[in-house]
Nanobody, 117 residues
Framework: QVQLVESGGGLVQPGGSLRLSCAAS?????SGWYRQAPGKQRELVGA???????NYADSVKGRFTISRDNAKNTVYLQMNSLKPEDTAVYYC??????????????WGQGTQVTVSS
């Protein structure tokens, strides 16, 4: 079964850090992290391409880092210097190569991140 499973969310104080993980059932070649706050549209946080290049939304640049471990079929989102406005459900999205087939635009179930004192 093709799937993306996020983990690592939780409650953290302002200025703190969290690392989110997105584990895929196959090779996750290109992927992005998105977030959706209550009452707002889902927005792109950042993405990593097949060659490892990354890009980030201006609101998180310098604080968040995306990385990938190909051996573990996992993509990470390291979040530092967290702010209350980072509070949202975070989603992983990606293209997966699994059992000799490509599966495009898969989404994880989301993980809640709450930044509050």
């Amino acid at each position: 079964q093709v799937q993306l499973v996020e983990s690592g969310g939780g409650l953290v104080q302002p200025g703190g850090s969290l690392r989110l993980s997105c584990a895929a059932s196959g090779s996750i070649v290109s992927s992005g992290w998105y977030r959706q706050a209550p009452g707002k549209q889902r927005e792109l946080v950042g993405a990593i391409t097949s060659d490892g290049s990354t890009n980030y939304a201006d609101s998180v640049k310098g604080r968040f880092t995306i990385s990938r471990d190909n051996a573990k079929n996992t993509v990470y989102l390291q979040m530092n210097s967290l702010k209350p406005e980072d509070t949202a459900v975070y989603y992983c999205n990606g293209n997966i190569y699994y059992k000799s087939r490509w599966f495009y635009d898969y989404w994880g179930q989301g993980t809640q991140v709450t930044v509050s004192s």
